[in-house]
């Protein structure tokens, strides 16, 4: 066993917004993450997949220290981020860095390119000799793809990816050890996403970074990830390897939610049958009794209304929170044409 | 009737702006026919959108304008026929649902009123009976309690149930063609399966005819029997979906199938196309493609390609296709 610690871990993280915008004129209460464990170790990319609103953002937010939890803690390195000095703190923004969705309104638009790129060595005072920082400079644009052409402009003249890139660059420029990226692929086109998932994914080996990677796409997400946790509303409802999740899903959920994921291959999508959840999301302001997903879900019980399920493990290292795990080899139709 | 439901010959449009000119849409042609599914698929700024407005005429004319090209609904010029005739045509026989449903649909409506109003206005029927029937549409696009609900506002359903109600005011009149801009763009995956498999339901009960705009190659297979590719303002290639996934032949076709990640194949890296996508103001000398064409020929650059036409029905605009 590897005694190394993991660079992240969460415990039972809660952050709960109340909201004065009830029907009922009382305060209502979003919970947005509500009792998120998980941990991600050195040079892992593990991923945070769910639908929209099921709190990804918010949960990337706590770990950043961005958003204070209403409750459970965050472990930087072993270390719990909420009894941290302020100094400690500081260091640790150097180790954990971000990179948003959106490109465009993320960058300062009055600075150029260099100014964005090596603000933060300004802030953390770090770099000062030319030399060193030339020599910095040059390797992290050769390493982001961005050319040296490129420094004096500003980021409202690049195109999304080129955008993207500038904020990886700015992401990588204190050598961070962790990375939360939240939908950092989602507003560009394909074959630009492509670009940039290729570029994330030799960052990764060459600087031995850990991802932490928020994301709605499944095919994002097995491509660049090695580990998955699915979120519905709040919670994580699965986490395994990327292979195990892929191949053979534990939670309704799950099952439902691959198999909406269309397929880039006609033939495929002719000869598989598909699970169609019924219904919306339902609101985080008032989620089902029991097991959140019991009103969608097609294999529920009586018992789900009630019981809150606890994750269990259905193979080593894939824990699913649903008590009709056990009862899954009698789920009949298996809804994925297995290839 | 056999013929197409749909044609579309030679579409050119282009916006007229004061220093220059934005070839949108630079040469598009297709055939549609009934209860078949004709997707458009390329990346942001291809011209998806203004071509599916020049079908309609729906565009802001000037700046824009329609600078050759013919729109046959069965067998008539939509471009050339009189105002009084097209608006006929508009909502009654061709409907158009859009990415957004929110900016389309009337905030102070209720979603039951707009649904009865447009069957009013295209079936001339009563009031009761339109609101009757517009209860029954809601309930046949699978949204529950259809009495309650039509008299909800916009801002009161979520945004799969905005989709569904615009696919309800778009069937009220049994449209021959529907034409739908990335309608489940903005949806979750779990909401775009269900309006998918409802689009392909009431195709199949209406014989209706689809032409489908979307970026996402997935809904490309999923949705298509036929397939334009547009780069730039052109359709670079036009084939069945299942010759085109399976032998794509213009190169930009072959990179854009090899950019998406799939959920079913874990690939070590993805090929991704390099460059950037194309300014449209300037013009091209030659093929728009071949800056970032890793397979392009020395004529490319300068010489642009004609449509090849291929067997089995197939197009490319490339050079390599010249025999
Ligand atoms: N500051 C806030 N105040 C009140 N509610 C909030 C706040 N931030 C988020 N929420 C709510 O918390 C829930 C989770 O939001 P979050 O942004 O984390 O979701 P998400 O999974 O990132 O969704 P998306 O995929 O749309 O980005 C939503 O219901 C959202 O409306
Ligand atoms: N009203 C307008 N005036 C000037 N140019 C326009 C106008 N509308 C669209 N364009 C230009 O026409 C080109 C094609 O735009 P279009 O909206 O058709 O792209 P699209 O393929 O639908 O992209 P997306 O996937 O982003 O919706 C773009 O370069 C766009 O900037
Ligand atoms: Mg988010
Ligand atoms: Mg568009």
Redesign the pocket.
Known sequence: MSASPPILEVRNLK?H???RKSMFGGEAT?K??DGVSLSVMPRESVAVV????????????LVLAL?KPTEGQVFFDGRDMAGMTAGAVRKLRTDMQVIF?DPYSSLDPRMSVEAVITEPWIIHGMHKDPATRARKLAKLLDDCGIAKTHLARRPHEFSGGQRQRVGIARALALDPRLVVA??PVSALDVSIQAQILNLLKDLQKERALAYLF?S?DFSVVRHLCARVAV?YL?RIVETADCESLFNDPQHPYTEALLSAVPVPDPSVEKRRKRILLCGDVP???KPPSGCRFHPRCRYMKESCRLDDPAPTQARPGHFAACPILPFKEKRSDAALVAL | MRGPVLAVRGLRTHFMMPERTVKAVDGITYELYPGKTLAVVGESGSGKSVHALSILKLLPMPPAEIVSGQVLFRGEDLLTMPAERLRQVRGDRIAMIFQEPMTSLNPVLTIGEQIAETVVLHQKKSKANAWEKAVGLLAKVGIPHPEERARDYPHQFSGGMRQRAMIAIALSCEPDVLIADEPTTALDVTIQAQILELMKELQREYRMAIVLITHNIGVVAEMADDVVVMYAGRAVEQAPVDALFKDPKHPYTKGLLESVPSIYKRKERLEAIKGQPPDLTGGFAGCPFAPRCAVALERCAGDDPPQFHLEGGRMSNCWREER
């Open positions: 952050k917004f109340s909201s979003v947005a993450v769910g639908e929209s609103g099921c709190g990804k953002t918010t949960l990337g937010k958003e969705q939240d939908e928020i709605h979120m709040g609101s985080p302001l």
